[in-house]
């Protein structure tokens, strides 16, 4: 799997948008580009997917270079609930590249 | 969206005793499952494919024998941690795939705290 590049932290005040960047300039042609986060102590949460073109759901937007090689996932109105870490990955479709091989992501700490 | 359920969420066991953790899939049929392990202020590491109906293939530096897998059913993988030490307490998850419209997901489990002691 494409190995990702992603910022250690970073703050937001709450209601605004938090843009979490993603760095994977060696992704193939057939991989997907997914998102996760991780509340503290819970299991790693789906935020959202997608393989060129944007995405939006009601949990975020993704955002995808025409290039492929970077991604940006987006929050629009952050809560203090979207505190989490977010993990950016990028895997194949088929079954045998299911496994996610998750880095170190990017602790969101959303402010008052 | 499709429910992945461990079992227990936290177990505290003596050193030296064996612990069984529970993944099942709700409402999907789920023919392969993977076993995470996360240590505080760490990433989730990938241990084993879990493969309904035939042996697991384990990561490079797990123990087989230690973290013994079965997926006796479609909906069902368990981990036994066997002579479990203090060294093996951690944060252990699982996730499940689903095949949907040509494409695989993955869900994950709640999670599973281990403390030996």
């Known amino acids: 799997d494409a190995k990702t590049t992603q910022p250690t932290s970073m703050d937001c005040a709450e209601g605004r948008a938090a843009n979490l960047p993603c760095n994977h300039s060696t992704i193939s042609g057939n991989e997907y580009v997914y998102w996760y986060r991780q509340i503290h102590s819970q299991g790693p949460q789906y935020i959202i997917h997608?393989?060129?073109n944007n995405e939006t759901n009601e949990m975020a937007s993704l955002i995808i270079t025409e290039d492929r090689k970077s991604s940006t996932l987006i929050l629009p109105h952050a809560t203090l609930r979207d505190t989490a870490v977010y993990y950016c990955?990028?895997?194949?479709?088929?079954?045998?590249?299911?496994?996610?091989?998750f880095g170190d992501g990017t602790t969101l700490t959303v402010k008052p | 969206g499709a429910v992945v359920s461990q079992h227990p969420s936290r177990v505290i066991c003596k050193s030296g005793t064996s612990v069984k953790i529970e993944c099942r899939s709700l409402d999907f049929q789920a023919t392969t499952m993977f076993w995470y392990r996360q240590f505080p202020k760490q990433s989730l590491m990938l241990m084993a494919t879990?493969?309904?109906?035939?042996?697991?293939?384990?990561e490079q530096g797990v123990e087989k024998d230690k973290f013994l897998i079965n997926h006796a059913s479609l909906t069902l993988s368990t981990l036994t941690v066997t002579s479990a030490h203090p060294e093996d307490s951690s944060f252990y998850i699982c996730?499940?795939?689903?095949?949907?419209?040509?494409?695989?997901?993955?869900?994950f489990g709640q999670g599973t705290r281990l403390t030996v002691v």
């Open positions: 879990s493969n309904e109906g035939s042996k697991a293939t384990y």
């Open positions: 997608g393989l060129k």
């Open positions: 990955i990028v895997r194949g479709r088929n079954t045998n590249a299911g496994k996610s091989t």
């Open positions: 996730s499940a795939l689903r095949w949907d419209r040509g494409h695989t997901e993955a869900f």
